[in-house]
């Protein structure tokens, strides 16, 4: 079994940067997909970014895209999630999530329920 524990959220004014990490220990990090979502209050989980288990491929919702950079090092068991341009309608707990079951062919999902194991979530709040 995987443990994720993110790190990296704080509060921050719009048009600020904020580089989020999601650490990884036990099981398969390397062999699985890993995306990021986000929890507004009041709001239901979305999803934000996905990146393959060898980096090659990524995958973003629309309003994060040019913003946005998704990444990973599996020799480090991390995965970042570099946000820039910042909006106050990105004010969210974010979570760290992986999906053990994608093959490498296939598309990234963005489905909550493809996800395994999640972290415990950061927050992230952007002030306008």
């Known amino acids: 079994q995987v443990r994720l524990v993110e790190s990296g959220g704080g509060l921050v004014q719009a048009g600020a940067s904020l580089r989020l990490s999601c650490a990884a220990s036990?099981?398969?990090?390397?062999?699985?997909?890993m995306g990021w979502f986000r929890q507004a209050p009041g709001k239901e989980r979305e999803f934000v970014a996905a990146?393959?288990?060898?980096?090659?491929?990524?995958y973003y919702t629309e309003s994060v895209k040019g913003r946005f950079t998704i990444s990973r090092d599996n020799a480090k068991k991390m995965v970042y999630l570099q946000m820039n341009s910042l909006e106050p309608e990105d004010t969210a707990v974010y979570y760290c999530?992986?999906?053990?079951?994608?093959?490498?062919?296939?598309?990234?999902?963005?489905?909550?329920?493809?996800?395994?194991?999640w972290g415990q979530g950061t927050q992230v709040t952007v002030s306008s």
């Open positions: 999530a992986g999906d053990s079951r994608l093959i490498l062919s296939a598309p990234l999902r963005d489905g909550a329920n493809y996800y395994d194991y």
């Open positions: 036990g099981g398969t990090f390397s062999r699985d997909a």
């Open positions: 990146i393959k288990r060898n980096g090659g491929t990524t």
